[in-house]
């Protein structure tokens, strides 16, 4: 067995054993299972926010928290076990739930909320090698954690060094990373590697420029899968990143397979020793608004967001500049973490345990929720729902603020059956390592999309701003 696999197995019999033990106790409590990919200092803050759901309700929620939530789930569902609620950090799976009938919808209480309307999902099941839908559209996941994307990281004090104001324009954007002041260029901060899956960073630049270059319409065909990858749209796409590479400082991208977006931004800074400060290792970063948690440690204490008034960390974003004579500016690439309630098997009219987790789905789509979730974050967590809060610190005022004012698009690798998103991150990892074999990877690509199942791929559409 791999270990991928005896990981998964280890982690549903946690679970399993999370809800017996709760049976057996003096004061029984009334208790959900929940799974998610968050570990660490993420968990802690979700945590958080069940044990605030647990006081107001009554109802423990037991959360486990693994990388790999695609194949833990797998397994639990074959056991005949799913969890009560999941948290995808990617829709990509979505649609084959739906399909085999193993989600409940959100009927009631979530979906007569209205200001959880702008973080519902709505999918209705698909059969047959065309993808035929076949019944109408429910709500079946909210969307609880959106992540802006579309945008580039800098120092402000580092870049007009360089004598160049942030671009405008896709030229200058180029144009800037051949920037140098003596031995230095402006580099970026690429970094491909990642626990969970590698390639996933470039993807996210593949994406960004289709959607900024070709525009909406062309987007959305490409990620319902009724655009070919090697035509001319797509491959455009991959060329206008390898030449933005190639103009930038020889061996980052080469390099980037090696290194994961945790360290690179790091790079983004000047390192601080005893006998100074030392030169920053990059310039640029192509990341979404989570890296903001990266950043923050390297950052002087003085720097830390405070309640006294605005503040201005010495770092801000500028967004991806529109590519070629068309205005795209007021579309943005996000990403979603969505939480979803799984059917029990054995019950095909009901789910387990139905009503407290309705309750939690209910709550998790709240302003209440969200409110615990930016505390815990220090205002990281950033909603689709309703109007933005207060924010003190301006960089995380300007991100809510993008998202509220923009034609939000989801990450195209995330619409993609799993097979396809996966066989995309590893063709930018060989794009990166051999760019002239570009011809032979679209072919391969297109292949896949071909012979895949046509009723997995999501066909969400960009939401314009409410």
Same mark, same amino acid.
């Given at each position: 067995m791999k270990r991928s696999a005896r990981m998964a197995v280890a982690t549903v019999t946690v679970l399993l054993a999370g809800v017996a033990l709760g049976g057996c106790s003096a004061e029984p409590t009334a208790e959900l299972t929940v799974f998610g990919s968050w570990t660490g200092v993420e968990e802690a803050a979700f945590t958080a926010v069940l044990d605030d759901f647990q006081q107001r309700h009554g109802i423990r929620a037991r959360y486990q928290g693994h990388r790999d939530v695609s194949q833990v789930l797998q397994v639990a569902i074959e056991r005949g076990r799913p969890p009560d609620v999941a948290v995808l950090p990617r829709v990509n799976d979505l649609q084959r739930y739906v399909n085999a009938g193993q989600l409940a919808s959100l009927e009631g209480a979530v979906t007569t909320d209205p200001g959880a309307a702008a973080q519902l999902i709505k999918l209705a099941p698909k059969v047959g090698p065309n993808g035929t839908r076949n019944g109408r559209d429910l709500a079946y996941a909210v969307a609880i954690a959106t992540h802006l994307k579309s945008v580039v990281w800098?120092?402000?004090?580092?870049?007009?060094?360089?004598?160049?104001? +942030? +671009?405008?324009?896709?030229?200058?954007?180029?144009?800037?990373?051949?920037?140098?002041?003596?031995?230095?260029?402006?580099?970026?901060?690429?970094?491909?590697?990642?626990?969970?899956?590698?390639?996933?960073?470039?993807?996210?630049?593949?994406?960004?420029?289709?959607?900024?270059?070709?525009?909406?319409?062309?987007?959305?065909?490409?990620?319902?899968?009724? =655009?070919?990858?090697?035509?001319?749209?797509?491959?455009?796409?991959?060329?206008?990143?390898?030449?933005?590479?190639?103009?930038?400082?020889?061996?980052?991208?080469?390099?980037?397979?090696?290194?994961?977006?945790?360290?690179a931004a790091k790079g983004l800074f000047p390192r601080r020793t005893d006998a100074g400060s030392t030169a920053p290792r990059c310039h640029l970063d192509h990341q979404g608004s989570f890296a903001v948690r990266e950043y923050r440690p390297h950052l002087p204490a003085t720097s830390s967001p405070t309640t006294t008034g605005p503040t201005a960390p010495p770092f801000t974003f500028f967004p991806t500049p529109s590519i070629g004579a068309a205005d795209t500016s007021a579309l943005r690439e996000v990403s979603d973490d969505v939480a979803v309630m799984f059917r029990d098997p054995k019950?095909?009219?009901?789910?387990?345990?139905?009503?407290?987790?309705?309750?939690?789905?209910?709550?998790?789509?709240?302003?209440?929720?969200?409110?615990?979730?930016?505390?815990?974050?220090?205002? =990281?967590?950033?909603?689709?729902?309703?109007?933005? +809060?207060?924010?003190?610190?301006?960089?995380?005022?300007?991100?809510?603020?993008r998202l509220r004012t923009g034609t939000l698009c989801w990450d195209a690798s995330d619409l993609m059956p799993a097979t396809m998103a996966t066989a995309f991150e590893r063709a930018v990892l060989v794009y990166l390592e051999a760019p002239e074999r570009l011809d032979g990877l679209l072919a391969e690509l297109d292949k896949i999309r071909e012979t895949g199942h046509k009723a997995e791929w999501l066909d969400l559409t960009c939401v314009p701003p409410a």
């Open positions: 800098y120092d402000p004090t580092e870049l007009k060094k360089f004598g160049q104001d +942030p +671009p405008a324009t896709w030229d200058e954007l180029v144009s800037l990373t051949q920037r140098r002041i003596g031995a230095q260029q402006v580099r970026w901060c690429l970094a491909m590697s990642s626990q969970s899956v590698s390639g996933w960073p470039g993807t996210d630049w593949i994406e960004d420029i289709l959607l900024h270059q070709s525009g909406q319409a062309f987007y959305e065909q490409w990620t319902r899968g009724d =655009l070919r990858w090697d035509s001319p749209q797509v491959k455009e796409s991959w060329e206008t990143w390898g030449t933005l590479l190639r103009a930038s400082s020889e061996g980052t991208a080469r390099a980037s397979l090696y290194t994961t977006f945790q360290t019950e095909p009219k009901g789910t387990r345990d139905s009503e407290r987790a309705r309750k939690l789905m209910t709550y998790l789509a709240s302003e209440e929720a969200q409110t615990v979730w930016r505390q815990q974050t220090q205002d =990281l967590a950033f909603s689709r729902r309703g109007q933005a +809060p207060e924010y003190q610190d301006e960089v995380l005022a300007a991100v809510a603020q």
